[in-house]
């Protein structure tokens, strides 16, 4: 046994260990199973696949013999395991264009993936692969591919759910709630109804709270009174009101053709499963299914899948990677994948291996932390570099300035190899970097922060937004208050008089003449005319044009910074030159959000070097991003793993591959960095993470500071 940097039997284990062993032992015999059924690429078959004299693409010099194997089978049901930087993506565009080149239809195909960039690129790659093979046929095979059906789960299901809406009963003139409109609506309810809610004992819980306990429910099928009472202790009082508000909340939904993201996906499994004929057009549609990042799927997600699979004839390959499993929070199962050889038994098994991001003393870390998850298929990721590379490096520093200057130390350090922009910092959560953000600027390093308010999510934009729902779905009574309420004398109360008036109304504009009304703001006369004139025009751009016109005034009034924020305006106006009709306009903005303002990319541009920038990021939101050179920050146990883990298995496991996928992200360097201790309402921490502490002394260089308030000459890390 090699020597640990720390003793590690200080580290509690979770007290649910026990208890889980009936279910680890499941998973575990699954994984069994499909680990039996692995394949392994072989040359024989491999050429035969390859022998077709119709076969244009070159793919046998394109593709490794574990990539080419995942691309040519082409029937069955088959998990590919993908190791990290092994060129998932690459594999998934050479199966498409292969399955064309099999005489596969594009329409029999279904590439579902979670971000339609994705989907989009995977497409683009073999559209422009088969054009270059086929030069006379390239415009040809460009439109071919346009048939395929690909996206994302929740825009999958849109298109099906208004495509068939006549068979399945219902009105395909739908507005879909975002997490923010679905937390609204959720508030809008419980004022209405006015629960006799006793708040002496606790306090009710927020709307966005609510929301979380509703979305979570749904997705992982857990009672809401199951979840409070294990994630929510402290409001169970509440409980009988909360299972009520989640009852009219969706029949609030229903009654106004609302339909959050959940309900996109779950109406289309419903109907999957007490529809015949519609289960049996998309078997008979969808004959080639292909599911990227496997391991974040949900429960609906999954029985989306496994109902259009149902039939033997159906082919389906699933890529993804246990071990980066980690959107839990988001409702994410990672048993789906552990458990892909138990729902299909006669399911196929292929490892992608070869990692083509990392160097070789980069990929021994990264495959020692592989071999700490305690489930999972094995797998042993490998370089093709002739050089090992530098080991990476385990720094402790006494607080969290001195982590903070040792990362802008060394940053400076190797700026002589690397542009800023190849530098990147990951942290547990985005509070961590605070200091190193203050480091940074007084040692005048740019950088960029990942995250922040999404595009879609401003204030604003949500305001314009509101105006276009009403133009599709006059029953969105979500949009209708949110517009009111923009009014002054327009409060809560008329909002919601006003709105039920208009709904009585067979959803007509007249409400707003009326003269009970009128009287409570001059606007609702200019508001009734723009929105007459615009359910009028023609194109979205002329809607979104007038609209404009309306509100900029009005948001003068109510914000300081009303240019800046208008400059976002020109995102929507050149977003509905894209778009014909406004269900796809909604449709695009509320699935598929721009991610960053125009005011935002417009400062970029302002200055050639505002491009080399170090990256801030949190881990979760560098998961399929890589840079040369990572940081790994706070990695004090209580920090990472996050101190709520300690006491769940399962959440200190998921808490280990988060760890895994920030120091896979490195190509050539990986710093991990510690301070002496961390402490906050929650606790104080000062033992190093057990991530660090449970492998051996070999697999890092440690790096010693010396303290610099005492003579010491003992490292801070000891």
Known sequence: MKPKIFDTSHYDYPPNFVEMKPKLARLEQAIEKLEANLIRADAEVLNQRLASSALEVDYA??????????????EGKVLVIAGAGSGKTKTLTYRTSY????????KEILLLTFTRKAANEIKSRAQTLLASSRINDGQKEGKALNGITSGTFHSFCNRVLRQYSGLLGINPRFTILDTGDSEDAIDLINKEKKYP?????????????????????RNRRILIRDLIESSYPDIATHIPIIEQLAVDFHEYKRSNHLYDFDDIIGQVVRHLRDNEKFRKLLQNQYRYLMVDEYQDTNIPQKALIDLICQPESVSLMVVGDDNQSIYAFRGANYENILLFGETYPEAKLIKLEQNYRSTPAVLNYVNALSAQITLGYQKQLYSGALTAGVKPVFCRLSDETKEAKYIADTVLALKSEYDYKDFAVLCRTSFQSNYIQLELMERRIPFIVVGGIKFIERRHIKDVLAFVKILYNPNDTI???????????????????????????????????????????????????????????????TIIERILAFYIPILKINEDNWRERSEDFRVLT??????????????????????????????TEQAEESNDKLTISTIHSAKGLEWPVVFVNSLVDGMTPHHRSL???????????????????????????????????????????????????????????????KESDEPVWW
């Open 479 to 541: 949009a209708w208050h949110r517009i009111l309420t923009l009014f002054k004398g327009v409060g809560s109360v008329t909002a919601t008089r006003l709105t039920q008036a208009i709904t009585a109304d067979n959803n007509s504009f007249e409400p707003l003449l009326t003269a009970k009304f009128a009287k409570k703001s001059t606007q609702l006369a200019p508001l009734y005319k723009v929105l007459s004139e615009s359910s009028q025009a023609e194109t979205v751009d």
């Open 197 to 217: 809610i006793n708040v002496t004992v606790q306090a009710f819980p927020r709307k966005k709270t609510l929301q979380k306990i509703f979305s979570t429910s």
């Open 574 to 603: 050149n977003l509905a030159a894209e778009h014909d009709s406004l269900d796809s306009f909604l449709e695009n903005l509320a699935l598929d959000p721009p991610n960053d303002s125009i005011a935002t990319v417009a400062k």
């Open 61 to 74: 010099s394109e593709l490794n013999a574990d990539q080419l194997l995942a691309a040519t089978t082409i």
């Open 99 to 106: 399955l064309i080149e099999n005489g596969v239809s594009p």
């Open 647 to 709: 006491s769940d298995f399962e959440a200190l496991e998921e808490e280990r591959k988060l760890f895994y996928v920030a120091c896979s992200r490195a190509k050539n360097r990986l710093f991990l960095t510690a301070p002496d201790y961390f402490a906050s309402y929650s606790g104080y921490f000062d033992k190093v993470s057990r991530f660090i502490a449970e492998l051996s002394a070999e697999k890092v260089t440690v790096e010693t500071i010396k303290k610099s308030i």
